[in-house]
C-alpha cells in the first residue's frame, strides 16, 4: 500500500515569494491534515479535512496560508507571500475518518526555507 | 487543554544498552497516547499506541511503553538500541470523544546511538 506522498521534498524561495505544497493520501483515507513542524518542535496543526471540508482551521494564519482539497483527495497548502518565520517542515498527514482507531500517517514532508 | 513534555531533548547511548524516552502528559481528562519516530529528512512513523486495556503496550522495532496513569506518564523504552534506531521520537496526546484528530505533540527527544 502507498504511503503519503508529498511533493515538492525541499523548496527555497525568496520572502515575498509565493510557494505551494502538495499531498496525496492514502488511498480510502477521508481524514487529511497539514502540519508545520518547526526546527527543534513536534508539529502542530495547521488544517484538518473530512473529505472536501475543512472541519478545523483554527490554527492556518489565514492571511497568508490557504489550502484546498477538491474532491476530497489530494491537497494543495499555499503560502502568499512567504516570510522568514515560515521556514520549516510542511508535514501531511492522513487516516481512515473518524472512527474507533484513526491513526494519522504521515508523509515524508516539504522542507521550506525562506531566504 | 491537554499537553505532552518531553524531559530530554536528547539521550545519548552506546549500542546494546537499554534505553528509556519519558513523556509526561497533562489532561483532566483519559487520553490516548501515542509514540512516533521521526528518521532524518523523514516523515513520522508509527511507533505504538496506547488507546485502553493492558497498559504495557508493545510497538515495532522492539520498543515498548507503559501507560501509568497515576503518574501521567508514557515513558517508551528498548532493552538494547541498534545504530539504526538513531532518530528524532515525539511523544504525543489526544483526548477520547475528539476522535483522534486533536493530537497534540511533544517537542521530542533525539536519540543517538553510538557504537
Known amino acids: 500500500e502507498a504511503g503519503v506522498v508529498q511533493s515538492p521534498r525541499y523548496k527555497i524561495i525568496e520572502k515575498k515569494q509565493p510557494v505551494a505544497f502538495w499531498c496525496n493520501p492514502i488511498?480510502?483515507?477521508?481524514?487529511l491534515y497539514w502540519y508545520r513542524q518547526n526546527l527543534g518542535q513536534g508539529p502542530e496543526l495547521l488544517i484538518r479535512?473530512?473529505?472536501?471540508?475543512?472541519?478545523?482551521d483554527s490554527q492556518l494564519p489565514k492571511d497568508r496560508f490557504s489550502a484546498e482539497r477538491l474532491k476530497g483527495v489530494d491537497s494543495t497548502l499555499k503560502i502568499q507571500p512567504a516570510e522568514l518565520g515560515d521556514s520549516a517542515v510542511y508535514l501531511c498527514?492522513?487516516?481512515?475518518?473518524?472512527?474507533?482507531?484513526?491513526?494519522?500517517?504521515f508523509g515524508p514532508g516539504t522542507r521550506l526555507t525562506v531566504l | 487543554a491537554q499537553s505532552v513534555t518531553q524531559l530530554d531533548s536528547q539521550v545519548p547511548v552506546f549500542e546494546e544498552a537499554p534505553v528509556e524516552l519519558r513523556c509526561n502528559y497533562s489532561?483532566?481528562?483519559?487520553?490516548?497516547l501515542f509514540w512516533y519516530v521521526q528518521y532524518p529528512n523523514q516523515g513520522l512513523q508509527l511507533l505504538l499506541k496506547?488507546?485502553?486495556?493492558?497498559?504495557l503496550v508493545k510497538g515495532i522495532n522492539g520498543f515498548e511503553a507503559e501507560f501509568n496513569k497515576s503518574q501521567t506518564s508514557f515513558h517508551l523504552r528498548k532493552p538494547s538500541v541498534h545504530i539504526s534506531d538513531t532518530a528524532e521520537y515525539f511523544c504525543?496526546?489526544?483526548?477520547?470523544?475528539?476522535?483522534?484528530?486533536?493530537?497534540?505533540f511533544g517537542t521530542g527527544t533525539r536519540l543517538l546511538v553510538s557504537p
Open positions: 498527514a492522513s487516516s481512515p475518518g473518524p472512527v474507533h482507531d484513526d491513526t494519522q500517517y
Open positions: 496506547y488507546l485502553s486495556g493492558s497498559t
Open positions: 479535512y473530512e473529505n472536501e471540508e475543512a472541519v478545523d
Open positions: 504525543a496526546v489526544t483526548v477520547p470523544g475528539t476522535g483522534f484528530q486533536k493530537l497534540v
Open positions: 489532561s483532566s481528562v483519559s487520553v490516548y
Open positions: 488511498s480510502g483515507h477521508n481524514t
